[in-house]
């Protein structure tokens, strides 16, 4: 069975700074997506970004990106110039390209504060 | 606001009932997938309907059931509730099942079990 672990419970940036929240993940699959959720304190989980496996570059939206690494099974999300409006809980989850495996598996999640 | 429509927001019972969460999912999304979200078990995914058949299941109770119904709308069924099944219940809906449909979640349903 598929696992995500996201070591950092918590992180802080300052407004207008970069972080990096870090995702590991263990699957024997070659073919699978890789998504970040993010989850404010309306508790709503929506969309930050999505990685397919089979693409080398890695997927950017905005002010957000990722950081792919296939081989040590790694994806972290960048995100840069950081708004008070992206303290939320982020998390990571994954999906295999099966057709049987549509459900995702979530990560226990990383509350991200951000400070004025 | 995603498009999937989950009734009620909150739920407050006691343990031995029975409860009815209903979800609608987006315009033209045939799949829907439930998920509970909870202190100790985290984000789970619970069972997955596509246009009225059940397709996968996860983690879920015998207690618990679901259905999606010919108008697509999908209902999870708990009963004889325990205090540890307080949590937050998600419901997700998406175009199909491949594998690259995107998975949109409703605002959730908060049930409080006493």
């Known amino acids: 069975a598929q696992t995500v672990t996201q070591s950092q419970p918590e992180m802080s940036v300052q407004e207008a700074e970069t972080v990096t929240l870090s995702c590991t993940y263990d699957?024997?699959?070659?073919?699978?997506?890789l998504f970040w959720y993010k989850q404010p304190p309306s508790r709503q989980m929506i969309l930050v970004i999505r990685?397919?496996?089979?693409?080398?570059q890695n997927a950017t939206e905005n002010r957000f990106s990722v950081n792919f690494q296939k081989a040590a099974k790694s994806f972290s999300l960048k995100i840069s110039d950081s708004q008070l409006g992206d303290a939320a809980m982020y998390f990571c989850?994954?999906?295999?390209?099966?057709?049987?495996?549509?459900?995702?598996?979530f990560g226990e999640g990383t509350q991200l504060t951000v400070n004025p | 606001d995603s498009g999937v429509t989950q009734t009620p927001k909150h739920l407050i019972t006691a343990t031995g009932q029975r409860v009815t969460l209903r979800c609608s999912p987006r315009s033209g999304d045939l799949s829907v997938y439930w998920y509970q979200q909870s202190l100790d078990q985290g984000l789970q995914f619970l069972i997955q309907y596509y246009n009225g058949e059940e397709r996968a299941k996860g983690n879920i109770l015998e207690r618990f059931s679901a259905q999606q119904f010919p108008d697509l709308h999908s209902e999870l069924n708990l009963s004889s509730l325990e205090l540890g099944d307080s949590a937050l219940y998600f419901c997700?809906?998406?175009?199909?099942?491949?594998?690259?449909?995107?998975?949109?979640f409703g605002p959730g349903t908060r049930l409080t079990v006493l």
């Open positions: 990685q397919e496996a089979y693409k080398q």
């Open positions: 989850a994954y999906r295999s390209g099966s057709t049987s495996g549509s459900r995702l598996t």
């Open positions: 997700a809906s998406s175009v199909t099942f491949i594998k690259t449909d995107t998975q949109y």
């Open positions: 699957t024997s699959e070659s073919d699978y997506y």
